[in-house]
Each structure stands twice: as C-alpha cells, then as structure tokens.
C-alpha cells in the first residue's frame, strides 16, 4: 500500500473547467512532487515543492497551478485545460530534495473534453 | 527533456528466466535508482545506487554503475509473472539548479510468461 494518497482516483473535466488534484504523505517528508505521464512513456517532471517552497517549475503552462498548504499536503489547481491534458498526474514525496527514494502515490487520472 | 535510454524497449521471458535492463545517460549525476510501475499504477522505488557505488543488490535485484560509459544495468533473476511490469531508470542531476531534479528514462517493459 502506498503511503502517498491521491484523489480523485479519476477526474473528468470540460475545457471550461476549474477543478483541483490533492496529494497527501504523512511520512514527513519535506520535497513533494508533480509528474505527468502519457500512456506508454515515462513520468514528466512538474514541479518540485521543497520545504513548501517552490523549487522547480518545469516550464508547465499556467493553466496548472501548485500549491502546498503545508508540508503533508499538496495540490494541483487545474483550469482552462486542453484535451492534450489528458494524462495519468502522479504526485511523489521523498524526506528531501536531495535525498534519493521518491514514494509515488497511485495518481490521478484526468481525462479532458 | 528526457535524460535517459533504455534497452529493450520491450522484452519477453519465460518464468525462471533471468532479465537483464539496460539504461545510458547524459549527465554527471548523484545517483541513479530503478523503479518498477504495474499498468496504469503509480511507480514502485526499488534500488538506489550512488555514484561513487558500483554494484548494489537486493533480493532478486542486482544493479550495475559505470560512470564513465554514464550506463547501469538492471539484473532480475529468477523472473516470476508477478515481475511483469514497466522498468525505469531514474539519475538525479549534480548540480546546479537542477540539484535533486529526477528524470526518468524511457522504461523496459518487462512480460514474464508463466
């Protein structure tokens, strides 16, 4: 069983749309991760929060929003998307940027119209 | 974009049978880990290997590091059908702004006929 809990399991959105990912870790863990992923390829960097602070922004388009509230929480504000969007979202933490193990939630799988 | 290749993109073996998972990469990295994701799943850590590291096992695993071809390898003996799987190799950059930033190769996808 995973430790990283993310919800919704799967997401349905019109283009119009405002809707929000949420990741949760309760390992204390204090860099947390987004990733993308379309079917048959591997995860995409996001973004990196560490110690609640954004770290590393992977040059994402604005209509996808971070935010961490607090070091167990973090989500993923969604708007205007494209149907290009539709992807497997996979949130991560690990105890820090710069140690090595990330611990993968079961991600959230988005489905654009 | 992406930092690693991996060979085979897709390999096919009978249970019993060892598997063996190619991965080459660009950069000078910190470490270089291997993570297993079941179809549709999230992605599974299974093995870290540092740089200064230039094997590593655990269990059925066994991980190779040359730094200087910048290439590893992922070794699973004694395949079972539950080994069926996509295999990726993930470095984690020196340096820099990218300090800490994983980037994943292409993957292996792994199918373990019983």
């Known amino acids: 069983d995973t430790e990283v809990t993310q919800t919704p399991k799967h997401l349905v959105m019109g283009m119009t749309n405002k809707k929000s990912l949420k990741c949760e870790q309760h390992?204390?863990?204090?860099?947390m991760y987004w990733y993308k992923q379309k079917a048959k390829k591997p995860p995409e960097l996001m973004f990196v929060?560490?110690?609640?602070?954004?770290?590393i922004n992977e040059s994402v388009p604005s209509r996808f929003s971070p935010e961490c509230p607090n070091s167990s929480l973090l989500n993923l504000h969604l708007h205007a998307l494209q149907p290009e969007d539709s992807a497997l979202y996979l949130c991560?933490?690990?105890?820090?940027?710069?140690?090595?193990?990330?611990?993968f939630g079961e991600g959230s799988r988005l489905t654009v119209l | 974009s992406q930092q690693g290749e991996e060979d085979p993109q897709a390999l096919s073996i009978q249970e019993g049978e060892n598997a063996t998972m190619n991965c080459s990469y660009k950069t000078s990295i910190n470490n270089l880990q291997w993570y297993r994701q079941n179809s549709g799943r999230g992605l599974v850590h299974l093995i870290l290997i540092r740089s200064n590291e230039r094997e590593k096992h655990s269990g059925r695993l066994r991980v190779t590091l040359d730094t200087s071809k910048k290439s590893s390898s992922l070794l699973i003996t004694a395949s079972r059908a539950a080994d069926t799987a996509s295999y990726f190799c993930?470095?984690?950059?020196?340096?820099?702004?990218?300090?800490?930033?994983?980037?994943f190769g292409q993957g292996t996808i792994l199918t373990v006929h019983p």
């Open positions: 991560a933490s690990s105890r820090s940027r710069e140690t090595g193990e990330l611990f």
């Open positions: 929060y560490s110690y609640e602070k954004l770290s």
């Open positions: 390992m204390g863990h204090r860099a």
């Open positions: 993930a470095t984690v950059f020196a340096g820099g702004t990218s300090y800490g930033k994983l980037t």
